[in-house]
T-cell receptor, first 114, second 116 residues
Framework: AQKITQTQPGMFVQEKEAVTLDCTYD???????LFWYKQPSSGEMIFLIY??????QNATEGRYSLNFQKARKSANLVISASQLGDSAMYFCALKTGTASKLTFGTGTRLQVTL | DARVTQTPRHKVTEMGQEVTMRCQPI?????VFWYRQTMMQGLELLAYFRNRAPLDDSGMPKDRFSAEMPDATLATLKIQPSEPRDSAVYFC??????????????FGNGTRLTVT
């Protein structure tokens, strides 16, 4: 069975500061991928960044980076230089190599303040 | 810019009525998923298809929900009869299932269903 845990229901960050959103996972499959999605108040689900279990380096995508610690089974999202438009729900999700489906965490609501 | 298209965006219906939600996956994607999002349960997988064949619908209440893919460009989710507890946002997503774990799912904008 696969499991994703996001322990922070809500986070606040000041504009231009960096913020880390936590995500831990559990799977017995050696091949897996971790994904982060953003859901703004308008409701759509926007794919942000991906990290593969065999990737040697942490993924980066513009202001988004993934702090991947395989031994700890964590895949935290780091957003640098926060902007007001970053205020949204953020979901961590896990996909294993043997299944096509994504299993989602409960999400973290990020609020960026002035 | 290719995207998943869902219709309708909003649906309000009375309890007992049939509801049909439609999804056009991204051209070339061979996996299609239906997720339901509620405040209490978060994002739940209802059903998914690969190459139009149903792979897993264990998350779906079988007595009232049905999911089909009549062709590669259309997926449908039906609720009959609908109940107030079905009120939620229903997302369709598509992806390239043959690429294993490294292929993201692309989501539609969802159908917000309200059953009164």
């Amino acid at each position: 069975a696969q499991k994703i845990t996001q322990t922070q229901p809500g986070m606040f960050v000041q504009e231009k500061e960096a913020v880390t959103l936590d995500c831990t996972y559990d799977t017995s499959d050696p091949s897996y991928g971790l994904f982060w999605y953003k859901q703004p108040s308008s409701g759509e689900m926007i794919f942000l960044i991906y990290q593969g279990s065999y990737d040697q380096q942490n993924a980066t995508e513009g202001r988004y980076s993934l702090n991947f610690q395989k031994a700890r089974k964590s895949a935290n999202l780091v957003i640098s230089a926060s902007q007001l438009g970053d205020s949204a729900m953020y979901f961590c999700a896990l996909k294993t190599g043997t299944a096509s489906k994504l299993t989602f965490g409960t999400g973290t609501r990020l609020q960026v303040t002035l | 810019d290719a995207r998943v298209t869902q219709t309708p965006r909003h649906k309000v219906t009375e309890m007992g009525q049939e509801v049909t939600m439609r999804c056009q996956p991204i051209l070339g994607h061979n996996t299609v998923f239906w997720y339901r999002q509620t405040m209490m349960q978060g994002l739940e997988l209802l059903a998914y298809f690969r190459n139009r064949a149903p792979l897993d619908d264990s998350g779906m209440p079988k007595d009232r929900f049905s999911a089909e893919m009549p062709d590669a460009t259309l997926a449908t989710l039906k609720i009959q009869p609908s109940e107030p507890r079905d009120s939620a946002v229903y997302f369709c997503a598509s992806g390239l299932g043959d690429r294993g774990a490294n292929s993201p799912l692309h989501f539609g904008n969802g159908t917000r269903l309200t059953v009164t």
